[in-house]
């Protein structure tokens, strides 16, 4: 089923270690974000692609990498994690700027 | 700094009521407000969008109130069932052509609605 896949759905991880979420999509849209969920901040942004090669950041970015070689890949890395950065991670994607926004079903991180 | 503020952060509703979530932004460039659904275990999915050039848009037993002066909308379920139990979010947008924002989408803190049989 075309869409878009996020791996893992769970991980658990150290302070310190560095994390990688995984996101695919199978619809060569243009636009892709991560997202984090947690309770009371509603979704914020962490960073944006418009294309393969151009990235910026969102409202939350510090302590996250991303990069998009390929239309279809947007992983977020996490460098060196801290508890503060236990959430879940969403990520989406559309084809315009005007196009609904789609999303994946989710990352749940805990790091320990 | 909260640009979109969603309220109540939880509401309960009885079998075939109608529940009201509201929200307020403080953008006035903002130019689309979509709200989104999410069931446990699964990522938002858009529900209905509204432009602000309408005060109103309906979908079935869904209705987008929107009022400019205010820069307030508002998400309106009528005879809600226990389906609609979910997590609710609002959202805004700047999609005036030409402009460099990617249409990147600000959200509300979310709603967790429950509806009673």
């Known amino acids: 089923d075309a869409g878009i896949t996020q791996s893992p759905r769970y991980k658990i991880t150290e302070t310190g270690r560095q994390v990688t979420l995984m996101c695919h999509q199978t619809?060569?849209?243009?636009?892709m974000f991560w997202y984090r969920q947690d309770l009371g901040h509603g979704l914020r942004l962490i960073y944006y692609s418009a294309a393969a090669d151009i990235t910026d950041k969102g409202e939350v970015p510090d302590g996250y990498v991303v990069s998009r070689s390929k239309t279809e890949n947007f992983p977020l890395t996490l460098e060196s994690a801290t508890r503060s950065q236990t959430s879940v991670y969403f990520c989406?994607?559309?084809?315009?700027?005007?196009?609904?926004?789609?999303f994946g079903n989710g990352t749940r991180l805990t790091v320990t | 700094q909260q640009q979109v503020k969603q309220s109540p952060q939880s509401l309960i509703v009885q079998k075939g009521g109608i529940s009201i979530i509201n929200c307020a932004y403080e953008n006035t460039a903002f130019d689309y407000f979509p709200w989104y659904q999410q069931f446990p275990g699964k990522g938002p999915a858009l529900l209905i969008a509204?432009?602000?050039?309408?005060s109103e848009k309906k979908e079935g037993r869904f209705t987008i109130s929107f009022n400019k002066s205010a820069k307030q909308f508002s998400l309106h379920i009528m005879d809600s069932q226990p389906g609609d139990s979910a997590t609710y979010f609002c959202?805004?947008?700047?999609?005036?052509?030409?402009?460099?924002?990617?249409?990147?989408?600000?959200f509300g803190q979310g709603t967790i609605l429950t509806v009673h049989p």
């Open positions: 959202a805004a947008s700047i999609l005036r052509a030409g402009g460099t924002s990617y249409g990147k989408l600000t």
């Open positions: 619809w060569s849209h243009s636009y």
């Open positions: 989406a994607s559309r084809l315009t700027d005007n196009s609904p926004l789609h």
């Open positions: 509204i432009r602000p050039d309408v």
